[in-house]
T-cell receptor, first 115, second 110 residues
């Protein structure tokens, strides 16, 4: 199983600023994903982080707002840009170690509050 | 389009009871189904993974079943404890994506 370290665990930010969340995995993984969980809601996929190329974004999410980097097979960052109170959510990093028939693992999440 | 539904949305039971959480999905073409636990404000902990070819998986007091033909999975928790209080989420994998249910919020009363 993969062990995921996500930083920071929580933050309170001013509107208009940006926050970068880091996701570090203890082993090389095929796929890394970023999710958002708004208060009282289930998870929504933001994007798939692709190693060495631009992330693949889901409908409703754009690179300018949520730039993602993945420089190697064990690390990724998600930036929440120009934040507003509507961005207050838990942001979660998830990995699978190979495509298809396998288990998903999650970091402990970043609880973001925008004031 | 795959849709996942979890019933009930919330459940409160006394300690010691056995209980069943339900998850249903509309498209039987899945790779696997996974049950997660989420404590308030925290990330997700994987509880059980059932591959599409399997009928059930067990871990300690937890047992998850899968009936692909009827689009249903159940999570059985035996001898519930206050520490089991959390939100339980099920997710089905279609291609690389996980499709999520809304979760069942479980409260075990001492």
């Amino acid at each position: 199983s993969a062990v995921i370290s996500q930083k920071p665990s929580r933050d309170i930010c001013q509107r208009g600023t940006s926050l970068t969340i880091q996701c570090q995995v203890d082993s090389q993984v095929t796929m890394m994903f970023w999710y958002r969980q708004q208060p009282g809601q289930s998870l929504t996929l933001i994007a798939t982080a692709n190693q060495g190329s631009e992330a693949t974004y889901e409908s409703g999410f754009v690179i300018d707002k949520f730039p993602i980097s993945r420089p190697n097979l064990t690390f990724s960052t998600l930036t929440v840009s120009n934040m507003s109170p509507e961005d207050s959510s838990i942001y979660l990093c998830s990995v699978v170690d190979r495509e298809g028939n396998t288990e998903a693992f999650f970091g402990q999440g970043t609880r973001l509050t925008v004031v | 389009k795959q849709e996942v539904t979890q019933i009930p949305a919330a459940l409160s039971v006394p300690e010691g009871e056995n209980l069943v959480l339900n998850c249903s999905f509309t498209d039987s073409a899945i790779y696997n189904l996974q049950w997660f636990r989420q404590d308030p404000g925290k990330g997700l902990t994987s509880l059980l993974l059932i591959q599409s070819s399997q009928r059930e998986q067990t871990s300690g007091r937890l047992n998850a079943s899968l009936d692909k033909s009827s689009g249903r999975s159940t999570l059985y928790i035996a001898a519930s404890q206050p520490g089991d209080s959390a939100t339980y989420l099920c997710a089905v994998r279609s291609n690389y994506q996980l499709i999520w249910g809304a979760g069942t919020k479980l409260i075990i009363k001492p």
